[in-house]
């Protein structure tokens, strides 16, 4: 009987033996698909080249504060919006139907440089004083037509100069003004009508 009982015992323990490796196998039969599927799918994307796709892409600093924002929105115009660290808008740049604008020191109403490109090629520079108030405005219209102005700490017109056309020889005129708008000075200065022959 001794030797019956060791007989069982060493098929019991054989038999354990093959129950464990068959539960490791089972696990390996999960495992090899699973890491497979993953190959197959970094393979895919390595093919593809890297990119992420989404309406919108924001940045938080360590604080968990948004500082930058990418973002497509309903009208089709694109933006990338930057904020200081206290959550100010600092600078903007928008794509539009009416054209590119960047926008410095604020959001685009109240900003203290601002940049625009608008679809017919007409470029312009604003810049405004602390007070956000307009001060310099550089233009240059698809046509060709120069424009320079300056304003007072009000935000009157007070210097202009302009240049029409690009041609060589382009009528260009620089105006000054008072405090009320008024001109007060233009160069060149407008001719005299021709007097009438005497009779």
Same mark, same amino acid.
């Given at each position: 009987?001794?030797?019956?009982?060791?007989?069982?015992?060493?098929?019991?323990?054989?038999?354990?033996?093959?129950?464990?490796?068959?539960?490791?196998?089972?696990?390996?039969?999960?495992?090899?698909?699973?890491?497979?599927?993953? &190959?197959?799918? #970094?393979?895919?994307?390595?093919?593809?080249?890297?990119?992420?796709?989404?309406?919108?892409?924001?940045? =938080?600093?360590?604080?968990?504060? !948004?500082?930058?924002?990418?973002?497509?929105?309903?009208?089709?115009?694109?933006?990338?919006?930057?904020?200081? !660290?206290?959550?100010?808008?600092?600078?903007?740049? +928008?794509? /539009?139907? /009416?054209?590119?604008?960047? @926008?410095?020191?604020?959001?685009?109403?109240?900003?203290?440089?601002?940049?625009?490109?608008?679809? +017919?090629?007409?470029?312009?520079?604003?810049?405004?004083?602390?007070?956000?108030?307009?001060?310099?405005?550089?233009?240059?219209?698809?046509?060709? +037509?120069?424009?320079? &102005?300056?304003?007072?700490?009000?935000? /009157?017109?007070?210097?202009?100069?302009?240049?029409?056309?690009?041609? !060589?020889?382009?009528?260009?005129? =620089?105006?000054? #003004?008072?405090?009320?708008?008024?001109?007060?000075?233009?160069? !060149?200065?407008?001719?005299?009508?021709? @007097?009438?022959?005497?009779?």
């Amino acid at each position: 009987m001794t030797g019956q009982t060791t007989d069982l015992d060493a098929i019991l323990q054989r038999l354990e033996r093959l129950e464990r490796q068959n539960r490791r196998l089972r696990r390996g039969w999960i495992v090899v698909p699973v890491l497979l599927a993953a &190959g197959l799918l #970094f393979h895919s994307n390595a093919q593809q080249g890297r990119s992420i796709q989404a309406e919108e892409f924001i940045v =938080i600093d360590s604080g968990n504060k !948004p500082r930058a924002a990418l973002s497509w929105r309903a009208d089709g115009s694109v933006g990338l919006g930057l904020t200081d !660290p206290s959550g100010n808008k600092v600078a903007g740049l +928008d794509v /539009t139907a /009416t054209g590119i604008t960047l @926008a410095m020191g604020g959001d685009q109403a109240k900003s203290r440089a601002l940049i625009e490109v608008l679809p +017919d090629g007409t470029a312009k520079i604003a810049l405004a004083d602390a007070s956000k108030k307009p001060r310099c405005v550089v233009a240059l219209a698809a046509s060709g +037509d120069n424009f320079v &102005g300056l304003n007072d700490g009000q935000g /009157t017109l007070r210097a202009a100069m302009f240049v029409q056309g690009s041609a !060589p020889e382009a009528p260009a005129s =620089i105006n000054l #003004f008072d405090a009320t708008a008024k001109q007060i000075y233009l160069i !060149p200065k407008p001719k005299e009508p021709a @007097a009438a022959p005497k009779k």
